[in-house]
């Protein structure tokens, strides 16, 4: 995947507080031990780390696939996440956006993950932490695409 390093600690610090486990096997390229992590916790097996859920437990795996590119298990462990979360529409939409936004990156559409990214960062439901991070994954496009100017300005 284009990136993959940058991904990797992108979606360890969005998981920060509720995966700290997962944060720090991420953070030091441990990501196989992350993905291991992760699955063991679904399956109810390991010590729980932080206040875990299934949204958080899904889409962390998520991430960990795409960034190892497994994408159809990713595209999977999405899904599931998003079942996770109905009832919940404005997250759901937001939710939504940033996995296909980091989903179409990893198969190099570019265009397509630059519009997800650019409508998260205006729509002014997102998060701040989830901003930033759509701020970053433009910054990430631009520098991909030789486009330093627009990547600062991002």
């Not at 096997?25 to 299934?54: K, N, T």
């Not at 990214?117 to 970053?136: H, I, K, N, V, Y």
Request: contains cysteine; neutral net charge.
């Amino acid at each position: 995947m284009i990136l993959s390093t940058y991904f990797a600690a992108i979606s360890a610090l969005s998981y920060a507080e509720r995966l700290p486990t997962y944060t720090s096997r991420m953070l030091v390229g441990a990501w196989p031990q992350g993905l291991q992590h992760l699955q063991q916790r679904r399956d109810g097996q390991g010590a729980a780390d932080g206040a875990d859920d299934e949204v958080s437990l899904f889409g962390a795996s998520g991430d960990a696939l795409l960034i190892l590119e497994y994408q159809e298990e990713a595209e999977d462990a999405y899904r599931q996440a998003l079942k996770a979360m109905r009832g919940h529409q404005r997250q759901l939409r937001l939710l939504s956006c940033r996995n296909t936004a980091w989903l179409m990156l990893s198969q190099r559409r570019l265009s397509a993950a630059l519009n997800c990214f650019a409508q998260l960062a205006m729509d002014r439901e997102t998060p701040p932490s989830l901003c930033g991070e759509s701020l970053l994954g433009k910054s990430l496009i631009h520098f991909h695409l030789g486009q330093s100017t627009l990547a600062l300005q991002t």
